[in-house]
């Protein structure tokens, strides 16, 4: 069992940064494959990015390429998800999510455990 809060959201300009953090809760973190998912108004989640249990390995949606990176530190047991040259469209409510193994898993139903959101807004 894992829980996950995330932090860091918020509202920017366009062409600015944020950082997302994911705290999580137990003893097993580095366990657990992580990922990032959005949700825009009146659309349905999607994958953003996702990192294996020891962030060897990561994997990200062609729509951030390039300006979003995924990253973990397993002794603090959080995610993080840098996020730069934001745009409009980046425009979403944010979630973590996790699942017990390896991995790099980009599917909502691949996923465990999820935390309640962070809202980032980026201004045109």
């Known amino acids: 069992q894992v829980q996950l809060v995330e932090s860091g959201g918020g509202l920017v300009q366009a062409g600015g940064s944020l950082r997302l953090s994911c705290a999580a809760s137990g003893r097993t973190f580095s366990s657990y494959a992580m990922g990032w998912f959005r949700q825009a108004p009146g659309k349905e989640r999607e994958f953003v990015a996702a990192v294996t249990w020891n962030g060897n390995s990561a994997y990200s949606a062609n729509s951030v390429k390039g300006r979003f990176t995924i990253s973990r530190d397993n002794a603090k047991n959080t995610v993080y998800l840098q996020m730069n040259s934001l745009k409009p469209e980046d425009t979403a409510v944010y979630y973590c999510?996790?699942?017990?193994?390896?991995?790099?898993?980009?599917?909502?139903?691949?996923?465990?455990?999820w935390g309640q959101g962070t809202q980032v807004t980026v201004s045109s």
């Open positions: 999510a996790a699942r017990y193994g390896s991995g790099l898993l980009s599917r909502q139903y691949e996923y465990d455990y």
